[in-house]
């Protein structure tokens, strides 16, 4: 201490009488003092200039530029506004083309003014009435409408199964009645599609005002449909495993079944996701040691499996139901086949014997009669192939309703598609909190690249919903959910939080301490010996 | 030569299994029990599934694993062997060993399989081998994912496909080995699972992980390949699943409750009487001679579950154990619902006894009481190998492995396949064979040699050598290596314990490979194979705290030599004299003056030496 404070309190001992005893230093030259500051500037300026933006350059991460902005308006939901294009073709077997354009006069009108259905744009377009349907003709029309004048049957309507096509008799009644019931029909088979299309919304920044209230029995009922479907994906593996408590069936034919019941539903199936089946057989299948297992029930000499072991079932650890290689999630079908002693088996409450797990597949038990052979025929098979059918329905997020499957499929790729852009949504306005938020992490290229692929495929999905392009839609909108997951999940991110600046400066401490204690005592004693001479002079 | 009934076996199968090839969907087990000298005890388990080429391609899955197969088609693996093995299997006490050696693998885990692929696109190749190795690393919990460029070699003489591979379809040898896994059982679990009856019933139930991994040798095997008639057409595909151990008798048959090895009671001991020290009070305890009794129960913890049958419509009862005993040595069964054993006597005085199971919910056990026989050993073994490493320190080590043919009629032609890491660099030039007994001649030499060189932190070295050994020779291949410094994050955990180095593959030719008259698929006999035990590899190992004290160490010389040198410049030299008294320090005297003062006011007394002591010390005050 002594040592340091030495030059500053030199001048005033060269004048302290009290110290007279002592020889003082000669009077310092003003060139000495002159080298000596400029030897101080020299040395900060070196530190200043070179030494700190060399350590900021090697410690600091790379921090690519994401496009905030655009992030958070997407997030926001100022970005895209819902509005789902419908084109409606109104087939008459009416000669008359003047009492056609009345009729699709009178509907463009009534849509217009009712409020039925407000998120759709429905645009209605005469078209000449064939007997047949032809599979080209569904690319001109979201739904096709024949009407047949001609029929004297009462007043009906009815969707066709496996078309797009609504047909309607209108009866004997006259032309406004008739359009007033075609108009009710249409409104039929949408409104349950357009209900779950705003409780997607219902939740995020998207919410329209344009939105129809939900009564909460509904909503609890759409809330179990999206719990229960797996998340959209291009691919998913279907696993069809028949798991025998012995040794018996052993075997089953599986491969006729499948495509006797349910490979046309997967053909269906095919135009939104690719499917790939396989199926296995296991033996001497043992219940999980979690659960209480079956429960005989003297009343009615059955076996009884509680509810409450139902979601443990499933024996994760013995079962060898793990998922299959590649992208795409595994819907995996369980047929439990018990031991004859344990059978018949069945659920306690319901008296049911299958059942759906969420996002993950179906199960179900199959009580043999009492011949017991060592195969399943095809035939043994058939209910439960439509069992495991209805249960591969839910599972990949098909709606219930209308009953036209040409319907619900358009209807699942619509709300499929606002999911997923939602989802992306929402994914982009998390990544822009964290990065705002943990400054301290690094942001590669890939990730920018990746956001900037997920904008670029947003806008585009939401341009091909505005003109009606659904297929489409969903493509992008699925690459823009991938992208945005991509980059939020992001391993290299994550790894900087483990490295943090403390290390770094507590690593070169023997360096920094005993370099910057001289460097910073010679220039605060440089600044207060000029403070002092300043005062002097003045 | 001598009948060997055990290497037969699998021979015998195949026809069984395409006997009841309705749509070649068939399973069938088989274990094999071979008391040992040394009251030591062979158990040979295996699985044989195959499932129809097509079956296979719908991936409709009976008995074939679902998760295998889906793995072997997603990467286009045409042929796969998979090896899990530890210990040591003691020839020279047991003899030959089972399955010809082909269904072994060197310690730790070993991998090679027929990759679908073509030559000029090595890239494709990898990425498909990569994926093969990365997802059986995930089914088998194993870290076969660590077998990488540098553990991947492509050997040209030691393995040939065991399937029929279609004409065209130009699949590739792989082959990758891991000496440094443990294998556990974690490892076993997932075996199991493969299985149709999982453990649960059929021989698989004896398989226990206390058990399988308290042997002195065990191996696990998976195999798959493909199969087709004569034509090419009808193809099947054929998991074999294999498990070989040699179980200690009295070590398995410790009590479950009590596990703890402990020393007999003194009554209990047999003494060596011919001892000169041997009395009443001194006992050196007798080898253990003859036979120990054993029953399956006792030796696996459990007996046999029932069968794991199948094809109950199959008429034909299985017999899936078959039990090799001396003659003369009573078999009592144990079950009450199964049949009697079918015995077939054999050359030398020995029987083997085929048992049916009986179906599922019974049992089946069989005993065996102590014998003052010990069981033979098996037949003589082919071939002696052994491998070590020589030289310490500083010198330039040599790999030498010692190759004996104990044959006095038979010669030997024989593949040796060495693959070392890439740290280890060999020095071909100083390869050589050298002739250790008189009855090598002149002709044990080397024929042919394939090397591949090694490239740094790429790809490891691999020597493969083709090589004939007349009978009764002895002789020692050997070359110098060269030990590479690694770099200090390629070191693992625990770098001191060293480095593992995969033992040598030697492949022993048939006969019949040699006569090239009966080189005709239908009659080729198989290969035996024979591997050495992996070398443990010192390596120097740095201190891994290195770089931190480094970094310390010279920031603390940096920052004395930048104070002195600043110092230097900056401050202002003056003479002793004229250095004026500090600021501080004179204060602090005044101020302990004053406090002194004071208290000498209050006591009265003594202030006079304090003072000139206080006077004397301020007086130093450095420049």
């Not at chain 1, 029930?297 to 079962?319: M, P, R, Y």
């Not at chain 2, 008391?35 to 005890?41: R, S, V």
């Not at chain 2, 992980?209 to 199969?227: C, E, S, Y």
């Not at chain 2, 009487?273 to 030796?299: F, I, M, N």
Request: one cysteine or more; charged letters at 20%; glycine letters at 6%.
């Amino acid at each position: 201490m002594a040592e340091l404070e030495k030059p500053a309190v030199k001048p005033s001992t060269a004048e302290d009488p009290s110290r007279k005893d002592q020889a003082s230093p000669p009077p310092e030259s003003p060139a000495a003092t002159w080298t000596r500051r400029c030897i101080i500037i020299a040395f900060w300026s070196v530190v200043i200039c070179l030494g700190l933006p060399h350590w900021i350059w090697t410690t600091s991460i790379h921090r690519s530029d994401l496009p905030l902005e655009t992030m958070n308006s997407w997030a926001d939901g100022k970005a895209h506004r819902f509005q789902y294009p419908l084109s409606i073709r109104i087939d008459t077997t009416e000669k008359d083309h003047e009492s056609r354009a009345a009729l699709v006069a009178d509907l463009t009108k009534k849509f217009q003014q009712s409020s039925d259905l407000p998120l759709y744009d429905i645009n209605i377009s005469p078209g000449h009435y064939s007997e047949g349907f032809l599979p080209e003709q569904e690319k001109d029309a979201d739904l096709v409408v024949y009407v047949d004048n001609e029929s004297k049957s009462p007043q009906q309507a009815s969707l066709r199964p496996w078309a797009p096509v609504l047909d309607v008799q209108p009866g004997h009644a006259g032309p406004s009645a008739a359009s007033e019931f075609i108009f009710h029909e249409i409104v039929r088979a949408y409104a349950d599609e357009q209900r779950s299309l705003s409780h997607l919304m219902s939740d995020s920044p998207f919410v329209s005002d344009k939105g129809i209230a939900l009564t909460a029995d509904q909503k609890t009922k759409l809330d179990a449909r999206t719990t229960r479907a797996f998340k959209y994906a291009s691919m998913y593996h279907l696993t069809f495993s028949l798991f025998s408590a012995s040794a018996t069936p052993s075997a089953w034919d599986i491969d006729v079944a499948m495509q006797q019941y349910l490979s046309p539903l997967l053909r269906q199936l095919s135009n939104v996701s690719r499917f790939t089946v396989d199926t296995q057989v296991q033996l001497h299948a043992a219940f999980s040691p979690s659960i209480a297992g079956p429960q005989f029930d003297q009343a009615s000499g059955k076996w009884h499996l509680q509810k409450t072991d139902l979601s443990g079932f499933v024996n994760a650890a013995e079962w060898p139901l793990n998922p299959s290689i590649g992208a795409g999630p595994t819907i995996n079908f369980v047929l439990y086949v018990p031991t004859k002693d344990q059978s018949p088996l069945e659920i306690a409450e319901t008296g049911g014997t299958s059942w759906l797990i969420p996002q993950w597949g179906g199960v179900q038990i199959y009580n043999p009669s009492n011949k017991q052979d060592s195969a399943l025929s095809a035939d043994d098979l058939e209910a439960v192939m439509l069992t495991f059918a209805d249960q591969l329905t839910a599972l990949v997020g098909l709606p219930p309703s209308p009953p036209s499957l040409t319907l619900r499929l358009a209807s699942m790729t619509r709300e499929r598609t606002t999911s997923l852009i939602l989802s992306a949504s929402s994914t982009l306005g998390a990544l822009s909190r964290l990065t705002l938020k943990l400054t301290s992490i690094a942001i590669p290229n890939s990730v920018a690249k990746s956001v900037d692929e997920t904008i670029a495929r947003l806008e585009q999905a939401c341009l091909d919903l505005r003109e009606g392009r659904y297929n489409n839609a969903l493509a992008n909108a699925r690459i823009a959910n991938d992208e945005a997951e991509k980059a939020f999940f992001e391993p290299s991110m994550v790894g900087q939080v483990y490295f943090p600046d403390e290390h770094k400066v507590a690593v070169y401490v023997p360096l920094l301490g005993p370099v910057a204690v001289p460097l910073v005592m010679a220039a605060v004693k440089e600044l207060l010996s000029l403070r002092r001479r300043k005062v002097k002079s003045t | 030569m001598k009948l060997q009934p055990l290497f037969a076996l699998p021979a015998t199968l195949l026809p069984v299994v395409f006997a009841a090839a309705d749509p070649h969907a068939a399973y069938t087990e088989h274990l094999d029990l071979h008391p040992l000298p040394d009251g030591h005890l062979y158990a040979g388990f295996n699985f044989t599934a195959t499932t129809s080429h097509a079956a296979y391609e719908a991936q409709h899955f009976r008995y074939f694993p679902r998760s295998l197969a889906q793995i072997l088609q997603h990467t286009r693996t045409a042929e796969l062997h998979l090896r899990f093995a530890f210990g040591r299997w003691d020839d020279e006490s047991w003899g030959a060993r089972p399955r010809g050696g082909r269904r072994e693998g060197g310690t730790g885990a070993e991998l090679w399989a027929w990759v679908d692929g073509e030559e000029d696109h090595p890239e494709v190749l990898e990425e498909r081998w990569g994926g093969l190795v990365n997802s059986l690393s995930g089914l088998f919990c194993a870290s076969l994912n660590f077998i990488d460029g540098t553990r991947t070699t492509r050997p040209v003489l030691s393995f040939e496909p065991e399937g029929t591979h279609k004409h065209g379809n130009e699949a590739q040898l792989l082959h990758g080995t891991l000496p440094h896994e443990v294998v556990c059982t974690e490892n076993l679990t997932p075996f199991l699972k493969l299985l149709p009856c999982q453990g649960k019933a059929g021989i698989s139930s004896l398989l226990d992980g206390h058990k399988v991994f308290d042997a002195n040798w065990q191996t696990m095997a998976i195999d798959v390949r493909p199969l087709c008639n004569a034509k090419g057409e009808d193809c099947a595909l054929e998991i074999q699943q294999t498990v070989d151990m040699v179980l200690d008798v009295e070590r398995s048959m410790r009590p479950s409750h009590d596990p703890i090895p402990r020393p007999l009671p003194i009554e209990q001991i047999e003494c060596d009487t011919s001892k000169e020290y041997h009395s009443d009070d001194t006992c050196y305890p007798q080898a253990p001679s003859g036979a120990p009794g054993w029953s399956l129960r006792k030796v696996f913890g459990q007996p046999i579950n029932g069968n794991c049958d199948l094809e109950s419509a199959d008429a034909t009862p299985n017999y899936p154990i078959t039990l090799h005993v001396p003659a003369d040595h009573p078999v009592e069964l144990l079950s009450s619902a199964s049949l009697p054993g079918k015995e077939e006597k054999m050359n030398l005085g020995s029987t083997i006894i085929h048992y049916p199971l009986p179906p599922h919910p019974h049992t089946f056990d069989i005993s065996l009481p102590p014998h003052p026989q010990p069981p033979e050993p098996r037949n003589p073994p082919l071939l002696h190998a052994t491998r070590h490493l020589t030289g310490h320190g500083l010198d330039p080590p040599i790999l030498t492995t010692t190759l004996s043919n104990p044959s006095l009629s038979k010669n030997l032609t024989l593949t040796y396949l060495d693959t070392l890491p890439w740290f280890l660099r060999p020095y071909i030039h100083t390869l050589r064979l050298q002739r250790l007994s008189r009855a090598c001649g002149d002709s044990a030499e080397l024929q042919q040699l394939f090397y591949t060189p090694a490239r740094d932190r790429e790809r490891g070295s691999k020597i493969e050598l083709l090589l004939h050994l007349p009978a009764g020779c002895t002789a020692q291949l050997s070359y110098g290596v060269e030990k590479a410094v690694l770099r200090y994050a390629e070191y693992p955990p625990d770098a001191n314990r060293g480095f593992d180095v995969a033992g040598g593959i030697i492949k022993i030719l048939p006969d019949s490979l040699l006569d090239e008259q009966v080189n005709n698929d239908s009659k080729r006999e198989a290969a035996s194979y024979l591997r050495t035990p992996p070398l443990l590899l010192p390596l120097p190992t740095p201190d891994f705290s290195m770089p931190y004290n480094v970094i310390i160490l010279t920031s603390t010389v940096l920052a004395l030599g930048f104070g002195s040198v600043f110092n230097l410049v900056v401050r202002r030299f003056v003479l002793v004299e004229e250095v004026p008294a500090a600021g501080l320090p004179t204060r602090l005297r005044d101020a302990v003056r004053a406090l002194k003062l004071r208290l000498s006011s209050l006591g009265g007394r003594s202030g006079v030496e304090g003072k000139a002591g206080r006077v004397a010390g301020g007086t130093t005050v450095a420049g």
